[in-house]
């Protein structure tokens, strides 16, 4: 019972995590009134800051994690979170505001390189793929809750409101997860000029990086589709679209992901994933604006990218026996995680303007190749 409560823990950090963007997404029109002149690009900014953060040093968190220990890592980083929610919630300067979401990038990047080093630990194998799986849902589960949640909270109380809650929900889960983590190993330092070397190790390694690999191929076609496809379904079916693609999602990944994940290796199922994708995206350049066809595609490339999302978290215990292995694959998932988010919008939206709906199937078929491709070729790294 205390595994299965350790896991929850870490899954609501993981929530809290999430919510470290999706409370500004909430909060962007709030935002853009209190920040009188500032650009799109530049409210903009203030949500993606945290990912960039993220993109540059994800490997380095996961190396900094295996030295410190996950429990001080975390501990820290939702404390870290909490006192920047807080300070958010006196109505910051806009440098004031970036400055605090520099910081909160440090404490959302330690969070999710911990999650699943940690929770790939507690977890027996009969369990670590729905283990996995649950922690992959973090940020779905965490828009879905904010859509329903940040609304009414909002129009009672303010949008500061939305800063104070999620302080004190980061403040709580820093409480549970000291609580019931156990303490960790003594501290050492990492070795002096070793940095770029342990770079070049994590990333030359067909275990460490492989589930970074297959994943960078994921987080630069979900992210993108979630944006692009729900605008242009017609009107009839819009919010159909927009609030069933993440929950189709979320449900494929733990219910059929999970128990795919019992009959064969998470690797096998990233690529299987990326295959069943392929006819959703033919689907949605066939039937482009046209109603229910381009709900069905749409609903068909979200359940099959779920099921992508849950196996490549499942891959690192998979791959990585060691907590210290897990944690630098962990931190290299952050980093390619966030440079396919980056990236993976604006290519694909302006390839939709270029090419067309054919154009954006094509290269997100390729995209689909890729990932099983990387997968193939580290296997067989792996192997020889």
Not at 26 to 54: D, E, K
Not at 209 to 221: D, Q, R
Not at 246 to 253: H, K
Request: hydrophobic share 60%; aromatic share 8%.
């Amino acid at each position: 019972m205390r595994a299965v409560m350790t896991v929850l823990a870490i899954w609501g950090a993981g929530l809290g995590a999430a919510a470290q963007f999706g409370k500004i997404s909430v909060l962007f029109n709030t935002l853009g009134a209190q920040y009188v002149g500032a650009s799109a690009v530049g409210l903009g900014l203030i949500v993606s800051i945290v990912g960039m953060v993220g993109l540059v040093f994800g490997t380095t968190a996961g190396l900094f994690v295996a030295r410190i220990g996950p429990r001080r890592a975390i501990v820290a980083a939702l404390l870290m979170g909490a006192v920047m929610s807080a300070v958010q919630a006196l109505g910051l300067s806009y440098p004031a505001m970036l400055l605090s979401r520099v910081v909160e990038g440090g404490s959302h990047l330690a969070i999710v390189v911990v999650g699943p080093t940690v929770i790939a630990g507690i977890a027996t194998a009969r369990f670590r793929g729905l283990a996995m799986t649950l922690w992959s849902s973090f940020f779905g589960v965490t828009y879905a809750v904010l859509a329903l949640l940040a609304p009414p909270l909002m129009a009672a109380y303010g949008g500061q409101s939305v800063f104070v809650a999620h302080g004190l929900w980061m403040a709580l889960m820093a409480g549970a997860v000291w609580a019931l983590l156990p303490p960790d190993p003594e501290a050492h330092p990492m070795p002096a000029g070793g940095i770029l070397a342990q770079h070049v190790a994590i990333y030359a390694s067909p275990r460490l990086s492989a589930p970074a690999l297959g994943f960078f191929c994921y987080t630069f076609l979900y992210v993108a589709v979630l944006t692009l496809v729900p605008p242009e379904v017609p009107v009839a079916q819009r919010a159909l679209v927009a609030a069933g693609m993440p929950l189709i999602s979320i449900a494929l990944s733990l219910t059929l992901g999970v128990w795919l994940l019992g009959r064969m290796s998470a690797v096998r199922l990233v690529q299987a994933g990326y295959l069943a994708a392929l006819p959703g995206f033919v689907l949605l350049a066939l039937f482009w604006g046209q109603g229910w066809g381009m709900v069905v595609g749409g609903l068909w490339v979200a359940g099959a990218l779920g099921v992508v999302q849950g196996a490549s978290f499942a891959a690192i215990p998979e791959l990585n026996a060691s907590a210290e292995a897990r944690a630098q694959a962990s931190g290299a998932i952050a980093q390619l995680g966030n440079l396919g988010t980056t990236t993976g919008t604006p290519l694909l939206a302006a390839l939709l303007l270029a090419a067309g709906p054919w154009g954006l199937a094509g290269v997100a078929g390729l995209a689909c190749a890729l990932g099983i491709g990387l997968h193939a070729v580290q296997a067989r790294r792996r192997a020889g």
